[in-house]
């Protein structure tokens, strides 16, 4: 649609930027609801992050996303961030107030979760946690659970510190497992969450034994390329319940839009095919 002197602006800053898929996701959802709106690639280097943010207001921008490298940075940035996006420690959605001030906040949280709970009807209270991984992602999805009411959470990562540190920080609900340990420290687990890029395309495989996870736990991998990953195809073949990570790409972007545009877009299959067509699945 063509788009006015009116349009309302957004985008993503990143450095680089040129792969991020977000254009191509809320371009879609402004043609569906006929909005007057353009979001756009903002390449900006770490060392004009501030100026690049300070800049929105004065350019009439609603606000904008933030990917590598900016994420943990904008913490510092924003004259306003909420407490979740405190505690996963990292900001990836500006909304530019009406007085001119950044808001910062954390959308990771909210599309782990709405996709958990579409594709699977998993509920927190159905038991344990096991998450594999220690790093940004692997905060924001443990954060969430705990947020979500988990009772209990186990992190495995295979650098042994980055998990206790984790867990640490997360309180006694949370507790680090030996690599060495991932196995086995699935019993009795009710999800099972691939918080690392181990098993994407271009990445080693993700060793990971499944014998003693139950055969109703919930298994999700943050992994989209590809859309069914090995440890994903493992756990379909013994009957698990399996989650794939496209819906948390499209779920995490929902908040920011509604934001920007004024409205809370739907993720529907029309725009999973959409976006997977981008990504040659």
Known sequence: MTISGKALLAGVMGWPVAHSRSPRLHGFWLERYGIDGAYVPLPVAPANLAAALRALPLLGFRGVNLTVPHKEVALALCDEVDPLAHRIGAVNTVVVRDDAKLRGSNTDAFGFLENLREASGWRAADGPAVVIGAGGAARAICVALLEAGVPELRIANRTAERAQSLAAELGAVARAVPWAERGACQAGA????????????????????????????????????????????????????????????????????????????????????????????
Do not use: C, K
């Open 190 to 281: 009710a999800l099972l969450v691939n918080a690392t890029s181990l098993g994407m395309a271009g990445q080693p495989p993700l060793d990971l034994p499944l014998d003693t996870l139950p055969s109703e736990a919930v298994v999700n991998d943050i992994v989209y390329a590809p859309l069914e990953t090995a440890l994903l195809a493992a756990a379909r073949a013994r009957g698990n319940p399996v989650v794939d990570g496209l819906g948390m790409l499209l779920h995490q972007a929902r908040p920011a839009f509604e934001a920007w545009f004024g409205v809370m877009p739907a993720v529907d299959e029309e725009l999973r095919r959409f976006v997977l067509a981008d990504l040659g699945g």
